[in-house]
């Protein structure tokens, strides 16, 4: 939508074509949890974020930046805030039907032809496209061909497939030879065995103000869901590419968790070392170092006799609580995935090496990204980047 947005504002025709009945499906979707459109943190450190792919990233926020984002929703009548976390939202008034309902207006009022319910079926000769109108009516199933001087795909990854976001069209990139990277969930939950007893005293429990690390790598902080399968939550999700490296190497993927991140050892052994009296393990604790009803139940199912322990290994064990990660939750349930067109299959405007005229943006590139604004900054980025490459094939 934005790279038809872009190439239309330059004066192309431009049309559009959706598999499915509205626009935009998955965007409102993931409005559903806070409307987070990007960040504002620093561009170096915000490409970071792109892993492997933090050089292309770089160039690619530099083009359009969580700036011209803000500024573009701006232009829309949708005003956004910075929250406290660096993460941009619109302002309370606006929710994300209201900005897609704006964007829609302005794509219409540009000239863009939007044609929904039409089902891309593959390429055909050297430009050419074969789609096919699912719309009901006498022109149901009717198949057609486009020739057009360009092609911007952007059909999405492999999660939340009932968005339409299905991965559907590999067989038809592999049949030109287009090199792909398998699909893999990201920002997901990851799988812990938990025993029965405490799947069904705990739940669905959040827990505050944790840290969260796959073996001795970086902490990241947040709150995590202690959930019926596993873990879930912002530092789980951020940790998904470790987790997933580690189980695919068949070595051990453990989390551990850090109960009191902001906490000196020190102090936390002193507290720990207070008489105990009476009070049950779990009072103790909550007295103590204001540790939710969960937590005692959570150390227990990591180490069976963590009420007997002494001071200093309680605090040890309050530091790093292990959770072996048996795997990661389905890829349709994953709020994003890895893998996709491998970035070697394109040229520096994402243009496909095999399909002179052809450019790929969004999810169906292979990059991930944290949650936090990242995955839409990074689909606008590559939306906007592919519009440019359009621009200067045609000219």
Not at 84 to 102: Q, Y
Not at 282 to 289: A, V
Not at 325 to 351: H, K
Request: hydrophobic content about 45%.
């Amino acid at each position: 939508m934005l790279a038809a947005q872009r190439l239309a504002e330059a004066g192309l025709r431009v049309q559009l074509f959706e598999a499915q009945a509205t626009l935009g499906r998955k965007f409102l979707v993931a409005g559903h949890g806070g409307f987070n459109l990007s960040n504002v943190e620093e561009l170096s450190r915000f490409a970071s974020r792109y892993g492997a792919e933090e050089s292309r990233f770089e160039q690619l926020l530099g083009h359009f930046s969580p700036l011209d984002l803000r500024a573009w929703a701006a232009d829309l009548g949708i005003e956004t805030f910075v929250g406290t976390s660096g993460r941009i939202f619109p302002v309370a008034a606006h929710k994300p039907a209201d900005l897609l309902r704006a964007w829609l207006r302005r794509l219409q009022a540009l000239g863009v032809e939007i044609n929904t319910r039409h089902r891309w079926l593959g390429f055909t000769g050297p430009t050419g496209l074969r789609l096919r109108n699912d719309n009901p009516g006498p022109d149901a199933g009717r198949e057609f061909v486009l020739e057009p001087a360009a092609t911007v795909l952007a059909l999405g990854g492999a999660s939340w497939a009932k968005t339409g976001s299905d991965g559907a069209w590999v067989p038809l990139l592999q049949e030109i030879g287009v090199p792909l990277t398998p699909f893999a969930p990201a920002n997901c939950g990851a799988e812990v065995g938990w025993s029965a007893f405490f799947r069904q005293k705990i739940g669905r429990t959040p827990l505050k103000n944790m840290a969260l690390r796959v073996s001795d790598g970086p902490e990241v902080r947040g709150e995590i869901m202690l959930t019926e399968y596993g873990v879930e939550g912002t530092p789980v999700y951020a940790l998904t590419p470790r987790l997933r490296a580690a189980l695919a190497g068949g070595g051990p993927a453990l989390l551990h968790l850090n109960l009191k991140p902001d906490l000196p050892e020190a102090t936390l052994i002193h507290k720990l070392s207070q008489p105990r009296g009476k009070a049950s393990f779990s009072d103790f604790l909550k007295k103590n170092l204001s540790l939710s009803p969960a937590v005692p139940t959570l150390l227990r199912e990591a180490y069976p006799e963590a009420a007997t322990l002494p001071p200093a290994a309680l605090a040890a064990l309050l530091r790093a609580v292990p959770l072996p990660v048996a795997g990661l939750r389905p890829l349709d349930e994953a709020i994003s995935t890895a893998g996709g067109v491998a970035f070697p299959a394109l040229d520096e405007y994402l243009m496909l090496r095999q399909r002179p005229g052809t450019f790929v943006a969004g999810e169906m590139l292979d990059w991930e990204a944290p949650t936090g604004g990242y995955l839409l900054q990074g689909c606008f980025s590559t939306g906007a980047w592919a519009a440019r490459g359009v621009l200067n094939f045609v000219r």
